[in-house]
């Protein structure tokens, strides 16, 4: 496969010439979303070659019954798996009987296509001989409403080069689908109904175990010209199945063109009983506003998000084309509307990870949400947790923990654990940390504190009992010890005592402390009702206390550096220059048990907590560990490359952060990992984000204050992005020479740049 033919553009994703090499990679880059549902890019009529099919729709999974090889106690029952769902774009072509498919055509031409990121759509075009020697060229262009976030609608042209033609549409809809991933090739889907009138179908069908009810649906229209002509279709339909066929005898250079509207009413916005009503509804709106004026709101909705979302790079196009494909998936797979949903690893571009929540939302996602959007949507991300705190109890119980200790899931559709590699869903625990930070994050972006006495002060709580029971007083140490974990480095498993978990776990109790006392000096109502729930005391804050003031480091005295780990330095410490090219990645070329051994660092680790905490370490720590765990890091997870290129602008190391910033917006367009035909990585894409206003714009939040240390790496003329803070809306350009910043709003804002009070006034233009 071609792993760099993804031509640079500032504002689209264009693929230019038809190789069936790349065919699932282009369906995961050039993947479609709206919040609500999304889909890989398919194409819309039958193809015959290598293809990965995938409709999603958010909030809608299946409990997929775990298969290990020996069940250990405590294992989750089943992983949540995102489904693929029934499929609504389909449009089968027949040129004279003969199917148009790109695999068996005799020759594909001109084939272009193209995700236009500022507008929101995705669009083919192409010319091909198919073998009854007819030659066709064909237009297509799609996308998913913001506006009516169950609508999907698909505009497909054929028009004959050669020769007239018949031409014969076939648009379907399908619930005869399978997953790509699956345990025991269960069957997911049950298929209660399919029904038509005019030119509407419908299918409704259940998930089974979890009784999802959806709705899926299309309507078509047909046009010669661009005028419309009225066509009886021929009516096909079974158990999981319906088509309608429209066919016409069309002269040569002559265009014939279908509008189709489909998608999906699902049971979480409406009743079980309402949803062919609702579809029909939906339908109602679509045929009546037409495809072309639907897609000019669709452009002004994406006009709005990019409005604040955006970033500009001037002078280097691979880097901006790489942001705004960051910024633009985010967008695509969340956008804070709906406390119930949340953001997967993949979004709607593929059913690896399962679809499910994972840290990242926490320790990646959140800032950039607070950012780009109303503070309430963050907080929505925050009230996602909440709502799962009971089954979090339930999964600290299940190990053994008591007392409303509290263990956030690795991997989670509703609050349950449901991840079934002993080494991450017992291990991993620092996960309990990232939900914490998010809390406190969020206080200090926002200055709203009301979210902990209303919710997070419960949740503090709980992941503090967890940690003060997880640790161990070692007589030997005199200090408290975290034995057997993961940390975020998942090349090393069962270890003792990883940095990171234990000083995350340190912060965590501190943290709970301090809150506690705030809420109770400041929210007596609220600390009433929660000391009341919890039955918290002072004796069990002192046993607390007790655990973070004695928790222990790791430190070697010979390096001057905390330890990853206690056994860290046992390993044959070769770096990764020194390791043969050909061993990459080594994920997919050693064993797991060479893995374990090896010294080798998926990602930040350490480096992850200096991060976070980066106001407790002076910025000579920073480097020393910077430069003693860099070297041996693979960087083979998605969440490396944005952590490290932050510290090295942090630590003026320009030409290696501009390197990160390059792989982490880049990951999946240049697809450095080899795997982007298993779809994107989306909560990765909000670290891409970090990395240019926490890297190279150096924000930060100190003492209340928005502070920047703007750098700009020597490849860009100038680059700007805009944050939200606290609803004052700062637009921030960086040039080669100076900086700017903008308000929006009505009062001042105070900042800090290089150390320095700065005072802007809304609508006056400050130059640093």
Not at 14 to 24: R, S
Not at 570 to 599: C, F, G, M, Y
Not at 636 to 641: A, F, I, Q, R, V
Request: charged fraction near 25%.
């Amino acid at each position: 496969m071609n792993l760099d033919y993804i031509i640079p553009d500032s504002w689209s994703i264009i693929e230019e010439g038809f190789d069936t090499n790349n065919v699932k990679a282009s369906e995961s880059l050039f993947s479609i979303g709206n919040g609500a549902m999304g889909q890989r890019a398919n194409f819309e009529e039958q193809y015959s070659g290598p293809t990965f099919q995938g409709s999603y729709i958010a909030g809608v999974y299946y409990p997929d019954k775990t298969r290990v090889g020996w069940w250990k106690n405590g294992y989750p029952e089943y992983f949540a798996k995102v489904l693929n769902a029934p499929n609504w774009i389909g449009i089968n072509v027949f040129i004279n009987d003969e199917a148009l498919d790109l695999y068996t055509c005799k020759k594909v031409e001109s084939f272009k296509r193209e995700l236009n990121m500022k507008e929101g759509w995705l669009s083919r075009s192409f010319v091909a001989t198919l073998k009854n020697d007819i030659k066709v060229e064909v237009d297509t262009k799609r996308f998913l409403s913001l506006d009516i976030d169950e609508l999907g609608a698909i505009e497909y042209n054929v028009k004959p080069l050669n020769s007239d033609a018949s031409i014969t549409y076939r648009p379907y809809i399908d619930s005869g689908i399978t997953n790509e991933d699956t345990n025991w090739d269960d069957k997911f889907w049950d298929t209660l109904n399919v029904s038509h009138e005019n030119n509407q179908a419908f299918i409704q069908a259940k998930t089974m175990k979890t009784d999802f009810y959806t709705c899926t649906f299309m309507e078509s229209q047909v046009f010669i010209d661009g005028k419309s002509v009225i066509i009886e279709p021929n009516i096909k339909a079974d158990a999981n199945y319906a088509s309608f066929s429209y066919n016409y005898r069309v002269k040569q250079n002559e265009t014939y063109t279908i509008h189709k509207f489909g998608g999906y009413t699902v049971d979480r916005n409406h009743r079980n009983n309402e949803l062919v009503s609702a579809a029909k509804s939906v339908l109602s709106k679509a045929t009546k506003t037409g495809f072309s004026t639907l897609l000019d709101s669709q452009k002004k909705a994406w006009a709005k998000i990019w409005d604040m979302a955006d970033i500009t790079i001037d002078g280097d196009v691979k880097a901006q084309q790489g942001i705004r494909f960051n910024i633009f998936h985010l967008n695509q797979t969340y956008l804070g509307t709906d406390a119930q949903l949340n953001i997967g690893p993949k979004g709607f571009t593929g059913e690896k990870y399962g679809g499910s929540t994972y840290w990242d939302t926490e320790a990646y996602c959140i800032p950039f949400y607070m950012a780009t959007k109303d503070q309430s949507v963050a907080r929505n991300l925050l009230t996602y947790r909440y709502k799962h705190l009971e089954k979090a109890i339930e999964n600290a119980e299940k190990l053994g923990f008591k007392n409303g200790a509290t263990l956030y899931p690795m991997v989670t559709m509703n609050g349950e654990e449901c991840h079934n590699e002993w080494e991450i869903t017992f291990e991993e625990i620092h996960r309990n940390g990232a939900i914490a930070f998010a809390i406190f994050n969020y206080y200090r972006y926002t200055g709203d504190f009301s979210y902990i006495p209303e919710m997070g002060l419960e949740v503090l709580i709980g992941v503090a009992r967890f940690w003060h029971q997880r640790a161990t007083f070692s007589t030997d140490k005199n200090k408290y010890v975290i034995l057997g974990v993961t940390g975020p480095n998942e090349y090393e498993n069962n270890i003792n005592n990883n940095w990171y978990t234990n000083y995350i776990a340190q912060w965590c109790i501190n943290y709970a402390i301090e809150s506690i006392e705030k809420v109770r000096e400041g929210y007596e109502d609220d600390y009433r009702r929660i000391s009341g729930k919890t039955k918290i005391s002072h004796e069990e804050l002192a046993l607390w206390k007790k655990v973070a003031d004695h928790m222990y480091f790791p430190y070697s005295e010979k390096h001057n550096v905390y330890l990853q780990q206690d056994g860290f330095l046992d390993k044959e410490l070769i770096t990764v220059a020194d390791l043969d090219k050909s061993q990459r990645p080594i994920n997919q070329k050693w064993s797991w048990d060479r893995i374990l051994r090896s010294p080798y660092i998926k990602q930040a680790d350490i480096l992850q907590g200096m991060y976070f905490f980066e106001d407790q370490f002076t910025t000579e720590e920073l480097a020393r560990h910077f430069d003693f765990y860099e070297p041996f890091t693979v960087h083979e997870s998605s969440l490396s490359p944005c952590v490290h290129s932050i510290q090295a602008a942090k630590l003026d190391r320009m030409e290696q952060a501009y390197e990160f910033y390059l792989r982490t917006s880049r990951l999946d367009l240049d697809d450095y990992n080899h795997e982007v035909h298993e779809g994107l990585h989306i909560t990765s894409m909000a670290g891409t984000w970090m990395s240019i206003v926490e890297g190279f714009g150096g924000m930060r939040v100190e003492n209340d204050t928005l502070t920047f240390e703007p750098k700009i790496p020597e490849q860009w003329e100038a680059y700007s992005f805009k944050v939200n803070f606290r609803n004052q809306i700062l637009k921030v350009s960086v040039n080669q020479n100076e900086t700017h910043f903008e308000l929006e709003g009505n009062n001042e804002l105070s900042i800090e740049v290089n150390g320095i009070e700065v005072t802007i006034s809304p609508d006056n233009l400050v130059t640093v």
